[in-house]
């Protein structure tokens, strides 16, 4: 890379990406405020809008969205008649879990075996930095070439949709050719990867009642319906003998056809026991981005530590169904309600309510703006051609604005390869990554411009 003008000022501005990235990992910018103040999301928020200002975008402005978060905005002039890009990225954080399970303190950014740890290192104050970085190279190596438009949300991991709602209600705001959200990631460290599908979602939670109060178990177990048992029941009925979903009505036999994702890397990447099976048929990358999946993420019951020897008369459980392109979020949900309804044993009264969803996605890879992708990821990775994955998480905004803009091309890059452990204990970013990327986003905005 080093013979390229644009690779050289981006590796003299690694040391400055690295001071960056640590002053925004010190933001606590969960945007949950039960859980965290406020204030540190303000505070990470004020430092992007600074950081804009400071690289000589206009308009700078702190979005106040419907949820109660901000959104960091900017525009930045190019030549007259050049496209319009859009940058995309998202300074909040998912919670540090348990921080004692951290090896270094969570929202202290630390280099440790060639990774910069941190909460938010990769997912995704570091594709803040990326879009810095890729503008910076380009200013000093001829000038941006194209008019850019960032938006950098505050509230994508909480899904509570408040930069949806604001583009729906402002949609003059955020029209670009292309968009470019720098929160997706390289299949593997070295590989680069756009993201061409995303998985779609709904959360619904589930409540059975069968009692009107707790009973004895001794004197009453045997006849009384026991409604934890009869969630379980409920639950057990979403998967089939193999651990594959089953949702009556919900196809589950689509097929990926692009890059594969070999069984031992999953495997290794997923943590997965010695002598555990992974669930499901087809090949992995039917698993977990061609196809529907299923996962229990709560249930209200007596925890085993303080237990009492009784019958429970209710219980509840939230429910995650990951929903692939192809598949309506809406009719999803309605058919997964209706399983649970026709599951539900012993006459149980069953009760459920859906509470967020959000579309699956899927990019048009043959457009113009791939091309150039392509290309600017030929040089920033040599020896490389550019691939094309899945993604099994939802990135819900992609949904909104396609339909807002249904003729710009949406590309999605970032930094969150297997390594980094995004959303675990001991997130991490590998400056390789954030310094290749940068350049491959500097030269595909070159390209576009061009092409």
Same mark, same amino acid.
């Given at each position: 890379m080093s013979s390229n003008p644009v690779a050289e000022t981006v590796a003299s501005l690694m040391p400055r990406a690295k001071a960056e990235l640590a002053e925004l990992v010190a933001f606590k910018s969960v945007a949950d405020f039960d859980q965290f103040p406020r204030s540190e999301s303000e505070g990470a928020a004020n430092w992007i809008a600074d950081a804009l200002r400071s690289e000589g975008f206009e308009d700078v402005a702190?979005?106040?969205?419907?949820?109660?978060?901000?959104?960091?905005?900017?525009?930045?002039?190019?030549?007259? /008649? +050049?496209?319009?890009?859009? $940058?995309? &990225?998202?300074?909040? #954080?998912?919670?540090? !879990?348990?921080?004692?399970?951290?090896? @270094?303190?969570?929202?202290?950014?630390?280099?440790?075996?060639?990774?910069?740890?941190?909460?938010?290192?990769?997912?995704?104050?570091?594709?803040?930095?990326?879009?810095?970085?890729?503008?910076?190279?380009?200013?000093?190596?001829?000038?941006?070439?194209?008019?850019?438009?960032?938006?950098?949300?505050?509230?994508?991991?909480?899904?509570?949709?408040?930069?949806?709602?604001?583009?729906?209600?402002?949609?003059?705001?955020?029209?670009?050719?292309?968009?470019?959200?720098?929160?997706?990631?390289?299949?593997?460290?070295?590989?680069?990867?756009?993201?061409?599908?995303?998985?779609?979602?709904?959360?619904?939670?589930?409540?059975?009642?069968?009692?009107?109060?707790?009973?004895?178990?001794?004197?009453?177990? /045997? +006849?009384?319906?026991?409604? $934890?048992? &009869?969630?379980?029941? #409920?639950?057990?009925? !979403?998967?089939?003998?193999?651990?594959? @979903?089953?949702?009556?009505?919900?196809?589950?036999?689509?097929?990926?056809?692009g890059l594969q994702y070999e069984e031992q890397a999953f495997r290794e990447d997923a943590k997965v026991l010695d002598g555990v099976e992974l669930i499901g048929s087809g090949t992995v990358a039917d698993r977990v981005w061609a196809r529907p999946a299923v996962t229990v993420l709560g249930i209200d019951c007596p925890p085993v530590v303080g237990a009492t020897p009784s019958v429970q008369a209710g219980a509840r459980a939230l429910i995650s169904l990951r929903v692939p392109p192809g598949f309506d979020a809406v009719e999803a949900t309605k058919l997964l309600q209706a399983h649970i309804e026709a599951h539900t044993p012993w006459g149980a009264r069953v009760s459920t309510e859906p509470i967020g969803q959000g579309q699956a996605f899927r990019a048009d890879t043959s457009s113009p703006a791939y091309a150039s992708m392509a290309e600017a990821m030929a040089v920033a990775y040599p020896g490389q051609e550019m691939q094309s994955a899945g993604m099994g998480g939802s990135?819900?905004?992609?949904?909104?604005?396609?339909?807002?803009?249904?003729?710009?091309?949406?590309?999605?890059?970032?930094?969150?390869?297997?390594?980094?452990?995004?959303?675990?204990v001991n997130e991490s970013v590998s400056p390789d990554e954030l310094e290749r990327l940068s350049v491959a986003e500097a030269l595909f905005l070159r390209n576009y411009a061009a092409s």
């Open positions: 702190l979005l106040d969205t419907p949820d109660g978060t901000q959104s960091v905005y900017g525009y930045l002039p190019g030549p007259e /008649g +050049a496209k319009t890009v859009l $940058l995309y &990225a998202h300074y909040d #954080v998912q919670p540090p !879990l348990d921080e004692a399970a951290w090896t @270094t303190p969570p929202f202290e950014l630390v280099e440790r075996d060639g990774r910069w740890y941190g909460r938010g290192s990769a997912d995704c104050k570091g594709g803040v930095v990326m879009h810095l970085l890729a503008l910076r190279a380009l200013k000093a190596n001829g000038g941006v070439p194209v008019h850019v438009k960032v938006i950098v949300e505050g509230s994508e991991e909480q899904g509570t949709g408040g930069l949806e709602r604001y583009a729906e209600a402002h949609p003059e705001l955020l029209t670009a050719d292309t968009i470019v959200i720098g929160d997706a990631g390289n299949f593997r460290a070295g590989l680069p990867t756009v993201t061409a599908t995303l998985r779609g979602m709904t959360l619904v939670r589930v409540q059975v009642d069968t009692l009107e109060g707790n009973l004895h178990s001794g004197q009453f177990g /045997g +006849a009384a319906p026991d409604a $934890l048992a &009869a969630l379980i029941r #409920v639950l057990d009925s !979403l998967r089939a003998k193999d651990g594959s @979903t089953k949702v009556d009505g919900l196809a589950a036999d689509s097929s990926w056809d990135i819900p905004l992609c949904n909104t604005l396609a339909s807002l803009y249904p003729d710009t091309e949406i590309l999605l890059i970032g930094l969150s390869e297997p390594e980094a452990q995004i959303h675990a």
